[in-house]
């Protein structure tokens, strides 16, 4: 918890403001630099070890150290930017929140209120051709308004800003594939959003993944989070997926404790 509030934040901060000046995903094309750099490495090792028999044992153990290098300082900054925070205390604990499990009755009472909130929410908003709902924006202002709701948050959750802002990845279908909704990287310290999900679920997964990015790890915070940042926002597009976010989860609790 001290590393989680004192030496993460100042670092993760810095860096996330750097990264932040670029308008797309950092991360995104230093795995791309990583997986090309790699395929030519082992081309042009194979290629050495193949033509120069002498010294082959000396040079194998050269050409090794290099991806084990790589490996090496992957795995630290996974523990230092990533792992550890999922050791911190819960969002719940450093905010004065009370988690208990809830009666199938609250979780009704729940489903029900979202509902309502999202029905209202719907009824003005900008819609595609086939009556399915599309953001007003585009998901780079999007990404703006994801970050100041977020960080409208620090008034009353101390705990929660951030620099960054989130990022559309170029090769979002790739992650549609993969089924990845959105991904912190913890090496630029970005927050990677998939912008081939459905629209409604775009600001939320946002605001998520800065979730992360501020040291909350646990999926179960990070949406929850997530869903009080869409609901402080002004914008009815990010308020809309607060409450869907929210009606979803909350709904599959409802139908595991009372079918």
């Given amino acids: 918890e001290w590393y989680a509030v004192t030496i993460y934040p100042v670092y993760a901060q810095f860096f996330s403001a750097i990264t932040g000046v670029f308008p797309f995903s950092v991360g995104e094309f230093c795995l791309i630099a990583l997986v090309l750099f790699i395929l030519a490495y082992l081309i042009h090792g194979v290629y050495k070890l193949i033509r120069h028999k002498e010294g082959r044992f000396a040079y194998f153990v050269r050409f090794l150290s290099v991806p084990v290098l790589i490996a090496t300082c992957i795995a630290f900054l996974c523990v230092t930017n990533y792992g550890t925070n999922h050791r911190r205390y ?3 604990a450093v905010s004065g929140l009370t988690a208990r499990e809830s009666s199938a009755e609250e979780l009704y ?29 585009d998901v780079f202002l999007d990404a703006d308004e994801a970050k100041s709701s977020f960080n409208s948050l620090h008034d009353t959750y101390s705990t929660l800003y951030t620099n960054g802002k989130p990022k559309p990845v170029l090769f979002s279908e790739v992650m549609s594939y993969l089924d990845i909704s959105g991904i912190y990287c913890p090496f630029t310290f970005e927050a990677n959003v998939n912008s081939d999900i459905p629209d409604y679920s ?38 809309y997926s607060g409450y869907m976010l929210a009606f979803i989860h909350a709904n599959n609790a409802l139908y595991s404790s009372n079918r």
């Fill in 90 to 92: 819960s969002f719940a």
């Fill in 109 to 137: 009472d729940v489903c029900v209120y979202l509902i309502n909130e999202a029905n209202t929410l719907r009824e003005n908003l900008p819609e595609d051709e086939n009556g399915v709902f599309q953001l007003s924006n």
């Fill in 202 to 239: 775009i600001p939320s997964t946002m605001c998520h993944e800065l979730s992360h990015l501020r040291g909350f790890m646990r999926e179960d915070e990070a949406n929850f989070i997530g869903y009080l940042a869409c609901c402080r926002s002004d914008n009815a597009d990010l308020r």
